[in-house]
């Protein structure tokens, strides 16, 4: 995507969605479109250049299974989704009092999402969950994450290896 295709002085001073068709998505690939994402709100001027207000959130938990609402790969009313895990961006501004955003391809909610109203409307916290469905959350610094980036897809392979969704084209 080119710089001018956002609109980056209101996505710097204003929370209100931007068009998420902008943004390189693959299904099932939540990792690689993240880093893509990382990358693209860097070089466009909406995060620091270096990435340095931009955090990658992985969502995950022992039983791989995670549940999060107003997902658009949801077949129900409420979006809720069981993922594997599932990673997001999170963006906090050094300067100023701007709410953190997080930054999720796979969601219906406005995009980028206010942090608490994210947390609120996908996590939701207040949900009683089974304990097996128990989220843990580990949190890296963009610059950190673009610099090591490495992904091993075997597991979204069948046992023919065949792949189960098509992979992206990483080289965006």
């Known amino acids: 995507m080119a710089t001018?295709?956002?609109?980056?002085?209101s996505a710097m001073t204003n929370p209100a969605p931007m068009d998420v068709?902008?943004?390189?998505?693959?299904?099932?690939?939540?990792?690689?479109?993240?880093?893509?994402?990382?990358?693209n709100l860097c070089t466009s001027g909406v995060a620091d250049a270096d990435g340095s207000?931009?955090?990658?959130?992985?969502?995950?938990?022992?039983?791989?299974?995670?549940?999060?609402?107003h997902q658009k790969a949801s077949q129900r009313a409420?979006?809720?989704?069981?993922?594997?895990y599932h990673v997001i961006c999170v963006q906090r501004k050094k300067e100023g009092n701007s709410t953190p955003l997080v930054w999720d391809l796979d969601s219906s909610?406005?995009?980028?999402?206010?942090?608490?109203?994210?947390?609120?409307?996908?996590?939701?916290?207040?949900?009683?969950?089974f304990s097996e469905f128990e989220r843990f959350f580990r949190v890296v610094h963009a610059p950190i994450f673009l610099r090591s980036f490495a992904?091993?897809?075997?597991?979204?392979?069948?046992?023919?290896?065949?792949?189960?969704?098509?992979?992206?084209n990483m080289k965006q």
């Open 151 to 168: 992904s091993d897809r075997r597991h979204m392979k069948d046992s023919s290896g065949n792949w189960i969704a098509k992979p992206l």
């Open 109 to 129: 909610l406005p995009f980028p999402s206010p942090l608490g109203s994210y947390i609120a409307e996908t996590i939701r916290p207040s949900f009683q969950l």
């Open 21 to 39: 068709s902008l943004f390189h998505h693959t299904p099932f690939y939540c990792e690689e479109n993240v880093y893509l994402l990382c990358k």
């Open 53 to 69: 207000d931009l955090f990658v959130v992985f969502i995950s938990n022992e039983k791989k299974q995670v549940p999060l609402w």
């Open 78 to 84: 409420d979006g809720v989704i069981l993922w594997d």
């Open 4 to 9: 001018s295709e956002l609109d980056v002085d």
